[in-house]
């Protein structure tokens, strides 16, 4: 009898021995608790070194093209000296709706658009990582992931926690991202080709990317007010941001529930320490399933690291039909060389089919980047 409990309960239920349900006797808890026999993980750890090198690389690639392109915009303001440099395109992927209005016009039309095409490219390289390695785009690439992150850290170092908002209330404010992220594609599903085209031309299309550098550049005192608050509360609320009011991170976060790769725990190797739970950034139960399909997974591998127990929980594919043998497992390197691949792969084939610049006369951001702040977003109906 004992034993048939402990294989009943091993499978379905692995945590109530360890909430003292009286309903057992003694020597059943002592059967159970015998299963769970810690089997230690020997081989190396190094998910989160490959992934925070991920992270610094990329806020570094960032940086870098913020300071070509702050410099490039300068040129053209009053006083400004010529530079010998052009444009770097990669500031659009700073430029999400855009890169989703070009996308849209590209399924429509079948042709790239003229007019910030690497916004399209860089947006379909972080949705085809989102659909094989989860929201990896996220927590391994996304600049203000990354800074979000060492916020947080910063905060636990700080107060020797993070807060949290109440159950419901977290649930929520969590909605505000997928509202918001309605919202944009309400708007751009709503126009056609023409208008898709209209708008990009106008001169706000055009300098949409000097407009998103001016706003920091010149913020005002609301705008300051707002990024603060952000700040404060990245600081003591972990992914904040991310987490309540990123639609950029709700889109990938659905394209990643299509995704045949998921953390998986092994019920049978788990000893109910509960570490990778308490460990999520996103603050899954992943003690608590077999399988995380959530939309907030990000692919941080962060619950993998910290588990104790060898082959009990890992980013996997899913076991094939019919077959007995464990999931599929994804090794770290594999997953750093998909994401750099695809990045690199999609980049490279805009860049050396000519689809990655803009091809603006320089002329035309000579009359526009000066007066970049009097240009207003056009209105529905406008230049078609």
């Not at 599929?328 to 610049?357: E, N, Q, S």
Request: contains cysteine; glycine residues 8%; charged residues 15%.
């Amino acid at each position: 009898m004992p034993a048939q409990v402990q294989l009943e309960l091993g499978q379905d239920s692995p945590n109530l021995a360890d909430k003292g349900c009286s309903a057992f006797p003694a020597h059943c808890k002592a059967g159970l608790q015998a299963k769970k026999k810690l089997i230690r993980r020997t081989e190396r750890e190094y998910s989160q070194i490959t992934r925070r090198s991920f992270q610094i690389a990329f806020l570094l690639l960032n940086l870098w093209i913020g300071v070509l392109f702050y410099f490039w915009v300068c040129q053209f303001e009053p006083g400004g000296r010529p530079t010998s440099f052009d444009r770097p395109a990669g500031v659009e992927g700073w430029l999400p709706i855009a890169g989703l209005m070009n996308l849209r016009y590209f399924v429509l039309s079948r042709r790239v658009p003229a007019l910030h095409p690497a916004a399209m490219f860089l947006l379909i390289t972080f949705l085809s990582i989102s659909f094989l390695f989860r929201k990896a785009f996220c927590s391994w690439l996304c600049p203000v992931g990354t800074i979000s992150e060492y916020l947080w850290r910063a905060g636990r170092s700080l107060f020797g926690r993070n807060f949290h908002l109440p159950r419901r209330f977290d649930l929520s404010v969590c909605s505000l991202k997928y509202l918001l992220l309605g919202f944009f594609v309400w708007a751009v599903n709503s126009m056609g080709a023409d208008e898709l085209r209209a708008f990009m031309s106008s001169p706000y299309g055009v300098i949409a990317d000097v407009k998103m550098l001016n706003f920091f550049r010149h913020m005002g005192e609301m705008a300051a007010i707002v990024l603060g608050i952000l700040v404060v509360a990245s600081v003591l609320i972990q992914n904040f941001w991310c987490r309540y009011l990123c639609p950029y991170g709700a889109l990938l976060g659905m394209v990643s529930l299509l995704s045949p790769a998921r953390i998986r725990r092994d019920v049978e190797g788990c000893i109910d320490c509960a570490k990778c739970a308490k460990a999520c950034p996103s603050g899954l139960r992943v003690d608590e399933f077999v399988t995380i399909k959530s939309a907030e997974c990000t692919g941080c591998l962060e619950c993998v690291a910290v588990c104790p127990a060898k082959n009990t929980l890992s980013l996997a594919l899913p076991n094939i039909a019919g077959r007995k043998s464990r999931a599929h497992r994804i090794p770290v390197w594999a997953m750093a060389a998909g994401i750099a691949l695809l990045f690199f792969g999609i980049v490279g084939f805009a860049k050396t089919a000519g689809y990655w610049d803009s091809h603006v006369p320089r002329a035309v951001y000579q009359q526009l980047v000066a007066h970049a702040d009097e240009a207003r977003h056009p209105m529905p109906g406008e230049n078609q």
